[in-house]
Nanobody
Framework: VQLVESGGGLVQPGGSLRLSCAAS????????MSWYRQAPGKERELVAH????????NYANSVLGRFTISRDNAKNTVYLQMNSLKPEDTAVYLC????????WGKGTLVTVSS
């Protein structure tokens, strides 16, 4: 089982990034997928969640209206489009897959700074 995140980097405030999480080793279409983030010295928090078929999404209040989660079950990939980024969005972003089992990726670092 693998979840491999990509797309992180350094971006200026107000900028955008698109994160991807490529899944392998399990039946991706049967798993709900989430993005979490963890900033230095802070607890891990749920950012966005999408159901297995992609019909329902949920977001943390802090990112509502700025971030969009989506998935392509044909490509075994989940995405997080992040717009209007703020310095407080700086964190390691981790991909999570959940059904009867739970799997985690290792994360990708997003730094929002001028």
């Amino acid at each position: 089982v693998q979840l491999v995140e990509s797309g992180g980097g350094l971006v200026q405030p107000g900028g955008s990034l698109r994160l991807s999480c490529a899944a392998s080793g399990f039946t991706f279409s049967m798993f709900a997928m989430s993005w979490y983030r963890q900033a230095p010295g802070k607890e891990r928090e749920l950012v966005a969640h999408i159901t297995s078929a992609g019909g329902i999404t949920n977001y943390a209040n802090s990112v509502l209206g700025r971030f969009t989660i989506s998935r392509d079950n044909a490509k075994n990939t989940v995405y997080l489009q992040m717009n209007s980024l703020k310095p407080e969005d700086t964190a390691v972003y981790l991909c999570n897959a959940q059904a009867l089992m739970t799997y985690w990726g290792k994360g990708t670092l997003v730094t929002v700074s001028s």
